[in-house]
């Protein structure tokens, strides 16, 4: 399993752009990258996963540069309810279900 | 359609007690999985199935026994619990294709005193 790294918390006003960088140097040819998220009391939920290059849907949006050894997950004008634990996940879980493996993840704030 | 559900939500247990933990998926996944997460910290796998009558150990098996007779079904058994075991239990399910996603339940919160 290729291991992550991503920051433990971070701090954002309301309204403005989040980045959150995550960090997979050993990542392997088939892996993907995903990321969840988890608010209190609740079970984490898919957010966004890609491959290679960009990837945008409605919620946030994926960059992951050539080499992929990191990737950051964008979330644009975050607002109060976007506090949450955002976890960064590399691996194709369809080959393998033991590929699902979380780490502490990222605690974001977002203060008024 | 109800995606993954989980049974009960919270249970408070003495010491020594066993119960189970019921998973239920509608989604015909391949693969589900039983999670742990204590305060502050992320998801620990504690055993997982890749199709019905396989289990196989996570990351924090001990202590934990699981049965999957049913594709849809994912059971979690505490023998003899102890109040190390309190936690949230969270369970998933996903399919066996590439590039997919998992899904959760909502939790159950276990308190063993």
């Known amino acids: 399993l290729a291991k992550t790294t991503q920051p433990i918390s971070m701090d954002s006003y309301e309204g403005q752009e989040v980045n959150i960088t995550c960090s997979h140097n050993?990542?392997?040819?088939?892996?993907?990258i995903t990321w969840y998220q988890q608010f209190p009391s609740q079970g984490p939920r898919f957010i966004i996963q890609g491959y290679k290059t960009k990837v945008t849907n409605e919620v946030a949006s994926l960059f992951i540069p050539a080499d992929r050894k990191s990737s950051t997950l964008s979330l644009p004008r975050v607002s109060l309810s976007d506090t949450a634990v955002y976890y960064c996940?590399?691996?194709?879980?369809?080959?393998?279900?033991?590929?699902?493996?979380f780490g502490t993840g990222t605690r974001l704030t977002v203060i008024p | 359609n109800a995606g993954v559900t989980q049974t009960p939500k919270f249970r408070v247990l003495k010491t020594g007690q066993s119960m189970t933990l019921l998973c239920a998926q509608d989604?015909?996944?391949?693969?589900m999985y039983w999670y742990r997460q204590d305060p502050g910290m992320g998801l620990r796998l504690i055993h997982y199935s890749v199709g019905e009558g396989t289990t196989a150990k996570g990351e924090v098996p001990d202590g934990y026994n699981v049965s999957r007779l049913k594709k849809q079904n994912f059971l979690l058994g505490l023998e003899s619990a102890a109040p190390s075991q309190t936690s949230v239990y969270f369970c998933a399910s996903s399919s066996d294709r590439r590039n997919t996603e998992a899904f959760f339940g909502q939790g159950t919160r276990l308190t063993v005193v």
């Open positions: 050993n990542i392997a040819t088939n892996d993907y």
């Open positions: 989604m015909n996944h391949e693969y």
């Open positions: 996940l590399v691996g194709d879980i369809g080959s393998g279900a033991n590929n699902l493996f």
